[in-house]
Nanobody, 126 residues
Framework: QVQLVESGGGSVQDGGSLRLSCAASRSNIRYWSMSWFRQAPGKEREGVAALSAAGGLSYYADSVKGRFTISKDNDKNTVYLQMNSLKAEDTAMYYC???????????????????WGQGTQVTVSS
């Protein structure tokens, strides 16, 4: 079992940056694929970025490629999402999720993940 707690959300202006953190407990993230999802009001939850358990494979939604970077620190048992050049359309609740060690093309499917955090709100104003 993995317990996940997100932090780092907030309000920024268009073009700004934020770094989200997801602290894990009860299990080390080295055994899990770790991902970030987001959900805006009235929209479905969408995959933003994912990192395989070994850290060698990363995946990004087209809408965030070149702007967001997912990384992790196994010693700190924490996953990060560095978000640069933020846009108003990035406004959403951001969730951290843990899933099987290798996800492949299923990385962006919420049903592929076993554990979720409670979310952290990101608001980008233009």
């Amino acid at each position: 079992q993995v317990q996940l707690v997100e932090s780092g959300g907030g309000s920024v202006q268009d073009g700004g940056s934020l770094r989200l953190s997801c602290a894990a407990s009860r299990s080390n993230i080295r055994y899990w694929s770790m991902s970030w999802f987001r959900q805006a009001p009235g929209k479905e939850r969408e995959g933003v970025a994912a990192l395989s358990a070994a850290g060698g494979l990363s995946y990004y939604a087209d809408s965030v490629k070149g702007r967001f970077t997912i990384s992790k620190d196994n010693d700190k048992n924490t996953v990060y999402l560095q978000m640069n050049s933020l846009k108003a359309e990035d406004t959403a609740m951001y969730y951290c999720a843990a899933g099987p060690p290798v996800l492949g093309s299923a990385w962006s499917a919420p049903r592929a993940y076993n554990y979720w955090g409670q979310g952290t709100q990101v608001t980008v104003s233009s």
